[in-house]
């Protein structure tokens, strides 16, 4: 029991839970609302749920290899959450990342195969080359790693885009869905996917300053110091506050004010407040805190999608 409550520890659950959740949720809520006829989706949901378990399968095996090239920083960062070599050995550690990420990659192709849409499978092997990358070399850089990580959140919402035979142009005359509706939805998820996670790397980058330093990692709190940092993460706070009113102002002239007051209450209102906290954290404890709370405004964010079945 000791080693399967590491190996979930390990893989990070519940992240692997939201991913699943986004793409369930951007699916039957979002996609299958704008069928033209709800009788035909275009896949079975087999073939979907496979998707799915691609996507989880990659996202593990990225976490598995990222705590085993951290296991130094995170005695330093994070000692009580350590695994690697105190649970688990280092060996089976890669013997689960490849075995993970070539699941991922086989379940990946053959959803290309049945869907004719190969940019599922060139994609998500790129995602395991670049989750590799990550671990070894650009979580240490300078912003490089934040963005990386900033966009692997955003194929979470393409990789179902283009399983539904969409492309990133958009028809004229639509044939199974209302393609102009579902790529504006997805272009807003998208962005808010990787602005909230770009804001949510940097805050981690801060928490975890003091053992990246001693490692001589170049993130952006070490390379440009903490004031500076704090000013970039609040310059997107204010982006994804501004755009999200926005967003609001349209969903309110179309009659969502049900998702008006969802959105101001657990979406805009807790980034306001992460802003302000975000001004006078100085401890570890604060910046653990702030990332937390961002990852509840994703949720958040993720929940915000079951409006569309009304």
């Known amino acids: 029991m000791k080693l399967i409550l590491a190996f979930f520890k390990l893989i990070r659950w519940p992240n692997l839970f939201f991913i699943a959740l986004t793409q369930w949720l951007f699916y039957f809520c979002v996609f299958e609302k704008l069928l033209t006829n709800p009788a035909q989706p275009p896949h079975s949901n087999f073939l979907f749920y496979l998707l799915i378990a691609a996507s989880v399968l990659i996202a593990a095996a990225g976490y598995i290899i990222n705590d085993y090239f951290d296991l130094q920083i995170d005695h330093v960062n994070k000692p009580s959450k350590v695994v690697v070599d105190k649970i688990l050995k280092r060996r089976w550690i890669i013997v689960w990342h490849w075995l993970l990420s070539g699941l991922g990659i086989l379940l990946s192709f053959y959803i290309s195969y049945k869907t004719g849409s190969w940019i599922i499978a060139i994609v998500n092997l790129v995602c395991v080359w670049l989750l590799w990358v990550y671990s070894t070399t650009f979580k240490r850089k300078l912003l490089s790693g934040n963005i990386i990580i900033a966009a ?20 004229s005359d639509s044939t199974i869905v209302d393609e102009r509706k579902f790529f504006k939805f997805t272009m807003l998820y998208a962005a808010f996917a990787f602005v909230i996670s770009l804001i949510r790397e940097v805050i981690k980058d801060l928490e975890d300053l003091y053992g990246d330093a001693q490692f001589n990692c170049r993130t952006m709190p070490i390379v440009w110091g903490v004031p500076a940092t704090k000013v970039f993460t609040a310059v997107w706070l204010v982006v994804a506050i501004a755009a999200l009113l926005i967003v609001q102002l349209y969903a309110w002239q179309s009659g969502w004010w049900w998702i008006v007051l969802y959105s ?18 100085t ?26 079945i009304y």
């Not at 979470?156 to 142009?169: D, E, M």
């Not at 910046?287 to 958040?300: G, I, N, P, T």
Request: proline fraction near 2%; include cysteine; hydrophobic fraction near 60%.
């Open 264 to 281: 101001f209450l657990f979406v805009i209102a807790p980034l306001v407040y992460i802003l302000k906290k975000l001004k006078d954290a």
């Open 283 to 308: 401890e570890v404890s604060h910046y653990h805190q702030l990332s937390s709370y961002v990852k509840m405004v994703m949720l958040a964010g993720i929940l915000s999608m079951l409006f569309f």
């Open 152 to 171: 692997l959140t955003v194929w979470v919402i393409l990789s179902v885009y283009f399983y539904c035979g969409a492309n990133l142009r958009v028809w």
